[in-house]
């Protein structure tokens, strides 16, 4: 069980968890110093990466980045838009790190020098699902090693996986709110 306690407050914490537009929420992952880095909890869509199957020019210039950040106001109330930092080249909004996910990286998988997100030690919180109830796996920001068209995901059973850049499956961005 878990228990829920709704507050006003200025400064998010790991687990704090807030309502998005269109029943969407999303949860505290990790606090830095650039601010609070969230997670939305379920997929916001189902969609390649980039339609032609490559990976070369990795996440920053994929048509899946450029997705989200065209449609940051469908998700994230105007108030919210406003209060987001950036994730350096990538802009306001991403997807996770594959070992923000999973902790430790396949060694098929690009190095990406992050952690563990707390929460993600639970791997039932990896999981998510559409909005339609239907589970998925995910897309993660790393490349696949030796690899011209795969990124890498989360499975429906919350391990790594990797597939081609054209396969259409669940993205669940996360976005900075600077606090």
């Not at 704090?16 to 505290?28: M, Q, S, W, Y």
């Not at 430790?104 to 929460?119: I, S």
């Not at 996986?161 to 993205?171: D, E, F, L, N, R």
Request: with cysteine.
């Amino acid at each position: 069980m878990r228990r829920a306690t709704e507050t006003e407050t200025d400064k998010l914490q790991v687990g704090d968890t807030i309502e998005l537009l269109h029943g969407f929420t999303a949860t505290c992952q990790e606090v830095t110093e650039q601010g609070a880095i969230m997670l939305i909890d379920q997929y916001v869509a189902e969609r390649c990466i980039n339609e032609d199957n490559t990976n070369e020019e990795g996440f920053e210039q994929s048509d899946l980045c450029g997705f989200l950040l065209d449609n940051l106001d469908k998700w994230l109330p105007n108030d919210l838009l406003k209060q987001l930092g950036e994730f350096g080249s990538v802009g306001p909004i991403r997807l996770p790190y594959l070992s923000e996910m999973v902790g430790r990286l396949p060694e098929w998988a690009e190095e990406d020098g992050k952690k563990l997100w707390p929460l993600m030690a639970d791997k039932r919180n990896r999981i998510a699902f559409h909005q339609d109830g239907r589970w998925d796996w995910c897309w993660c920001m790393n490349n696949v090693k030796k690899s011209a068209t795969s990124f890498c995901g989360v499975d429906t059973g919350g391990g790594a996986i990797a597939a081609g850049a054209s396969v259409p499956i669940g993205v669940r961005p996360a976005f900075l709110i600077i606090q």
